[in-house]
């Protein structure tokens, strides 16, 4: 039985596609490659991948595109992506959060590097603190062995790394954390992340958990301070 973790690779540059597959099999993992969106898509219905690595620039279906088709399907939103792109704007990176990524990686870079993101993602996404199977905050429900919430029982589509914000928010309903406290307990020791990224998934959360996002009821701002839960549990 193969138990290594699945990953896709899509970027129409074929060196460095197979270089990153030459890099990431040798360090463990399981690969396979896709040069357009196309592909991808199919590859990515036909198989269960543990994560998805992403160039923005594609022929045919744009990686943003194929994100936002595959955040918007229940059976492959909760799959962690990666977003490499030759852009450095951060209009885009922040674009690429909003729309569900996980991480993004600025061309040119080591194998290296993309190697230390891959595991810090997986390490992220995998380990979700399990507690009481389900938590009930309002009209939500998160239950913590299906990794899925749902508001007035309809499931929302959150990625893994949104999931775990709430779950270690409302954990802790009540107590304020501020952005380096939240990427600490978060997304820990990955060393490439920005503040800007906790902004990034509490706004997401918002726009799913909250009936208007601009006057939040669970996920409220102390200004000035950080983010915390209010709600009864």
Same mark, same amino acid.
């Given at each position: 039985m193969n138990t290594k973790p699945e990953i896709i690779v899509v970027d129409d540059e074929k060196d460095l596609l197979q270089l990153l597959k030459y890099n990431l099999e040798k360090d463990g993992y399981s690969v396979t490659g896709s040069y357009n969106g196309e592909d991808a898509l199919k590859n990515i219905k036909r198989k269960n991948f543990d994560l998805i690595i992403l160039d923005l620039m594609l022929p045919g279906i744009q990686g943003m595109d194929l994100c936002r088709i595959l955040k918007e399907n229940e059976k492959t939103s909760h799959i962690p992506i990666i977003m490499l792109t030759a852009k450095?704007?951060? /209009?885009?990176?922040?674009?690429?959060?909003?729309?569900?990524?996980?991480?993004? *990686?600025?061309?040119p870079f080591s194998p290296r590097e993309l190697i230390a993101r891959v595991k810090t993602v997986l390490r992220r996404t995998r380990?979700?603190?399990?507690?009481?199977?389900? *938590?009930? *905050?309002?009209? !939500?429900? *998160? =239950?913590?062995?299906?990794?899925?919430?749902?508001?007035?029982? =309809?499931? /929302?589509?959150?990625?893994?790394? &949104?999931?775990? /914000? !709430?779950?270690?928010?409302? &954990?802790?309903?009540? @107590?304020?954390? =501020? @952005?380096?406290m939240l990427l600490d307990a978060v997304w820990k020791d990955e060393a490439f992340v920005e503040p800007r990224t906790v902004d990034v998934h509490v706004r997401r959360l918002r726009m799913q958990i909250e009936d208007d996002p601009s006057h939040p009821v669970y996920l409220k701002t102390r200004r000035g301070i950080g983010y915390y839960i209010d709600g009864d549990l």
């Amino acid at each position: 039985m193969n138990t290594k973790p699945e990953i896709i690779v899509v970027d129409d540059e074929k060196d460095l596609l197979q270089l990153l597959k030459y890099n990431l099999e040798k360090d463990g993992y399981s690969v396979t490659g896709s040069y357009n969106g196309e592909d991808a898509l199919k590859n990515i219905k036909r198989k269960n991948f543990d994560l998805i690595i992403l160039d923005l620039m594609l022929p045919g279906i744009q990686g943003m595109d194929l994100c936002r088709i595959l955040k918007e399907n229940e059976k492959t939103s909760h799959i962690p992506i990666i977003m490499l792109t030759a852009k450095s704007d951060e /209009l885009d990176k922040v674009l690429g959060l909003e729309l569900g990524a996980d991480d993004y *990686i600025t061309k040119p870079f080591s194998p290296r590097e993309l190697i230390a993101r891959v595991k810090t993602v997986l390490r992220r996404t995998r380990r979700v603190p399990k507690t009481k199977k389900t *938590i009930t *905050i309002g009209d !939500l429900e *998160i =239950n913590t062995e299906t990794y899925q919430v749902a508001k007035k029982k =309809n499931v /929302l589509k959150l990625s893994a790394t &949104e999931f775990k /914000l !709430l779950l270690y928010l409302v &954990e802790r309903k009540g @107590r304020v954390f =501020n @952005r380096d406290m939240l990427l600490d307990a978060v997304w820990k020791d990955e060393a490439f992340v920005e503040p800007r990224t906790v902004d990034v998934h509490v706004r997401r959360l918002r726009m799913q958990i909250e009936d208007d996002p601009s006057h939040p009821v669970y996920l409220k701002t102390r200004r000035g301070i950080g983010y915390y839960i209010d709600g009864d549990l």
